[in-house]
């Protein structure tokens, strides 16, 4: 038998077990998945129960609060009024407002504790999705990964043309689903809670305003936060889909506005140095350029630590060349690409590259520890440059 047969047959019988393993691993979190699931549905339905229950507990109390006040009314006046009473009728009097108190306080402790167990179900619940987009990240990682070995779709590609027809397609419609996915992300985090929680308080407010008019204005007044934030949520997402300035600004003065902001937000010192806009830089670019840019400043608020940053714009007749720099704590830069690739843990660096691979730049990113970061990004300034590089021109 041939060596290299023996060879290449004991490694199909280890892609073969390591598929396997991976495919039973797949179908165990799949289960896991289910069952938290299952779990969530429960959750909800113990969430709807407990706030008719709320509800309800809620109004007795109102009731309550009425008839307390009757019964120390009754009590006063009959105390006023004792020489028209009998010893028997203020005793019962005594004995029916106390009881009535401690039935009101009762049911306010059991109101307080209603409202703690929503609130717990509420998190619970916003955990529970959680814990479901995890699960489902790492098998959407497994069932990637499972294509590789078995050949799927990257072995149909690999001996195509990437400038291909067909090539780029598929990469555009990667790019599309990730960002349907961004989006969804983006949307499941901010506007969806905040409406959810919304929701569930105008149920509230009603209740508290027939019963208390000061409580019941203080509930509407959290209700008009959450509606506010979730407003101010949907304003960001949609204005990072499409950021207008772009089209009224230019790629310059937009990026002047943003860094405006991040100094506001972060306190860090940013030198800018852009040259005027090339009135070649097709709009695409502008777009992928100004998104780099928001990518690189929010990681660099969120782990650098830096006091100073410069960013750096200048065009050529074919390309352009982005530079940002920082001072800060600086990174082992292969560590945190291998590191982020295989869990997802920062969709920001990941971001830069795939923005700049689908247009067939380059980025290089200089790190040291403790002497900050250097982002080089080189693009070409419009998709001509790109057909004419691949037909050899």
Not at 203 to 218: A, F, I, P
Not at 230 to 243: D, H, Q, T
Not at 267 to 273: R, S
Not at 311 to 338: C, N, P, Q
């Amino acid at each position: 038998m041939n060596p290299t047969n023996l060879d290449f047959q004991s490694i199909n019988k280890i892609i073969k077990k390591i598929t396997s393993e991976m495919g039973n691993s797949r179908n165990y979190i799949l289960e896991i998945v289910q069952n938290i699931r299952s779990e969530q549905e429960k959750l909800k339905n113990d969430l709807l129960s407990l706030q008719k229950e709320t509800k309800e507990v809620i109004q007795e109390v109102d009731d309550l609060e009425k008839k307390d006040k009757l019964m120390r009314k009754k009590l006063a006046r009959v105390s006023r009024d004792f020489h028209k009473h009998s010893e028997g009728d203020i005793k019962a009097a005594y004995e029916a407002a106390s009881q009535t108190r401690i039935d009101y306080v009762i049911k306010q402790n059991k109101e307080k504790e209603l409202k703690k167990r929503r609130n717990d179900l509420e998190l619970a619940l916003k955990k529970s999705s959680q814990n479901i987009e995890s699960a489902e990240r790492v098998i959407n990682q497994i069932s990637i990964a499972l294509g590789y070995l078995e050949g799927d779709v990257i072995a149909a590609l690999g001996d195509v043309d990437q400038t291909s027809e067909m090539f780029v397609g598929i990469k555009i419609l990667e790019a599309q689903e990730n960002e349907r996915k961004r989006i969804a992300r983006d949307v499941h985090d901010g506007p969806a809670q905040y409406m959810a929680n919304a929701s569930m308080k105008v149920d509230v407010c009603k209740v508290m305003l027939q019963r208390d008019l000061d409580s019941g204005l203080e509930e509407l007044g959290e209700l008009k936060e959450s509606i506010a934030l979730a407003l101010k949520e949907v304003r960001g997402i949609i204005f990072n889909l499409s950021p207008m300035s772009l089209e009224d600004l230019g790629l310059n003065e937009t990026i002047k506005e943003a860094v405006k902001s991040i100094i506001l937000q972060s306190g860090i010192h940013i030198n800018l140095k852009l040259k005027p806009l090339n009135e070649e830089v097709e709009h695409i670019i502008q777009v992928a350029v100004y998104r780099i840019v928001q990518e690189v400043f929010n990681n660099m608020i969120k782990h650098a630590k830096a006091k100073k940053a410069e960013v750096k714009l200048d065009y050529g007749t074919k390309y352009l060349r982005l530079v940002i720099s920082d001072d800060g704590v600086g990174f082992d830069v292969e560590e945190t690409l291998d590191r982020v690739k295989s869990s997802e843990t920062s969709y920001g660096l990941i971001g830069i590259y795939d923005r700049v691979d689908q247009l067939q730049g380059t980025v290089n990113i200089e790190s040291t520890l403790g002497q900050g970061t250097v982002y080089t990004v080189k693009l070409p300034i419009n998709r001509g440059v790109i057909r004419d590089e691949s037909e050899g021109n």
